[in-house]
């Protein structure tokens, strides 16, 4: 039976590859970073239903020993670091701390992995924030980066510290750019879960109103459980490599919007305000990803639609509310 061990398990990714994993016969330990609301952090995978499936185990990104000692005890085949101070709104607020855990912290998982671990296969979760002010109409894995965020910053740090362990010490080190993946688990700050939650809530009729920031914005939006598949498939390759993770077609938040209120049967016209206080000091304007290499060299594609992920959304975002209500 192959071990994996993930980072950040109790997160969207985590939790959907945690599913896959177990599915492919795989015994999955997850790094837990103790908190005073440990007693709800596992909610996802619980939602999921994987919950009594995978061992956690006592851990954090900054604590080197403690990841040495992981690595040498579990000796895990496959390694997913998904880890991260991940919300981007919140990096401008707590760079320094964005900087030591999304880029430091995977330092600090390449190092333990090359100390104690050096057979393992090493992903590394990049993203698709890094291109920034874009360089080229569609960014691919040779697309100039142009970080716009203390976020992306970080990622850019770790992305490409990836790839020196992999071309210094010929760690099986391989980096996903994955572009922005959605699904029911996501958090309720980011936009896509905001606005489904939003009108969920206009449905049901507890809001009247739905508070939005830069309805322009446009991304390549696909379902994270489509691109944690992504993430086996490169740590089954021969050779390590980079990947861009993207369903190749970009969509603006307000027809993102627009999509979510016709499936609850409602005009966002009628309940949506723009927020001045939402809108980022930098703005990625779009991010349109090409993800010809992974289609080509993984056999990888998306199998969500847009409309179908929000749909799924929605109706999770119902059903929680009406469970909320029933207690």
Known sequence: MPKALITGITGQ??????????????????LLRRSASSDVIGERLRWIGVIDHVRLVDGDLMDLSSLIRIMASEKPDEIYNLAAQSFVATSWQQPILTGQVTGMGAVNMLEATRIACPQARFYQASSSEMFGRIQAARQSETTPFYPRSPYAAAKLYAHWMTINYRESFGMHASSGILFN??????????????????????????????RLGNMSAQRDWGHARDYVRAMWLM??????????????????????????FTAAGLHAADHVQVDQALLRPAEVDILHGDPTKAMTKLGWKPQTTLSGMVGEMLEADLARLASNAAR
């Open 235 to 260: 740590l089954q390759q021969n050779v390590a490599d980079d990947y861009v993770i993207a369903t190749g077609e970009t969509t603006s938040v307000k027809d993102f919007c627009d999509m979510a």
């Open 13 to 30: 990714d985590g939790a959907y590859l945690s599913e896959f994993l177990l599915g492919k016969g795989y015994e999955v330990v997850g």
């Open 181 to 210: 993946h959605e699904s029911p688990l996501r958090g309720i700050e980011f936009v896509t879960r905001r606005i489904t939650d939003g009108v969920a809530r206009i449905k049901m009729g507890r809001a009247t109103h739905l």
